[in-house]
T-cell receptor
Framework: DAKTTQPPSMDCAEGRAANLPCNHS???????VYWYRQIHSQGPQYIIH???NNETNEMASLIITEDRKSSTLILPHATLRDTAVYYC?????????????FGTGTLLAVQP | DTEVTQTPKHLVMGMTNKKSLKCEQH?????MYWYKQKAKKPPELMFV???????INESVPSRFSPECPNSSLLNLHLHALQPEDSALYLC??????????????FGPGTRLTVL
């Protein structure tokens, strides 16, 4: 299974943009990049996914490099409620199931 | 309804007990998952069901026995567990989307303590 590497922790000031990097140098051509987050003591929550184009939704933006070996999740205006562990994962395109292998994630601490 | 529910929220059991964890979703998803999460660690995949059939078993010990009685329900039967099996057990469900992506919806988990 392809792996991802993320910094273990990051800080961000409330109201500023949070940029969370992820390296996935062994990504295969048919693999999506998925981002999930887990707020303390809750189940993980889907944020966004992408294949090769940049993506944006109501929660975040995802920037994927042209070679697809790394990506950055952007929370444009971080709030205290965004404090969580953020996981970058890879999974093949298509199929009835989605085998997610979570890496160690980044603990984002949003400071007031 | 975009919710995955899990019961019980907390469970304490002895090593000789038999207990079951329950997971339910009413989103019409045909894939369901069990994960185990130890403190300060990422979730680890245990089992995957697709259309009510077990499709992935990540070499989980036989003291954990999954069951999918219908498309909305997923159980995890526990027997003769060890203290190191204490963890948060997460259930998830998913359905393949039009563009081939597959978002998983997670439940809140069952916090299991084995004495």
């Amino acid at each position: 299974d392809a792996k991802t590497t993320q910094p273990p922790s990051m800080d961000c000031a409330e109201g500023r943009a949070a940029n969370l990097p992820c390296n996935h140098s062994t990504i295969s051509g048919n693999e999506y990049v998925y981002w999930y987050r887990q707020i303390h003591s809750q189940g993980p929550q889907y944020i966004i996914h992408g294949l090769k184009n940049n993506e944006t939704n109501e929660m975040a933006s995802l920037i994927i490099t042209e070679d697809r070996k790394s990506s950055t999740l952007i929370l444009p205006h971080a709030t205290l409620r965004d404090t969580a562990v953020y996981y970058c994962t890879l999974s093949p395109y298509g199929g009835a199931t989605n085998k997610l292998i979570f890496g160690t994630g980044t603990l984002l601490a949003v400071q007031p | 309804d975009t919710e995955v529910t899990q019961t019980p929220k907390h469970l304490v059991m002895g090593m000789t007990n038999k207990k079951s964890l329950k997971c339910e979703q009413h989103m019409g998803h045909r894939a369901m998952y069990w994960y185990k999460q130890k403190a300060k660690k990422p979730p680890e995949l245990m089992f995957v069901y697709s259309y009510e059939k077990l499709s992935i078993n990540e070499s989980v010990p036989s003291r954990f026995s999954p069951e999918c009685p219908n498309s909305s329900l997923l159980n995890l039967h526990l027997h003769a567990l060890q203290p190191e099996d204490s963890a948060l057990y997460l259930c998830a469900s998913s359905q393949e989307g039009r563009d081939g992506y597959n978002e998983q919806f997670f439940g809140p988990g069952t916090r299991l303590t084995v004495l």
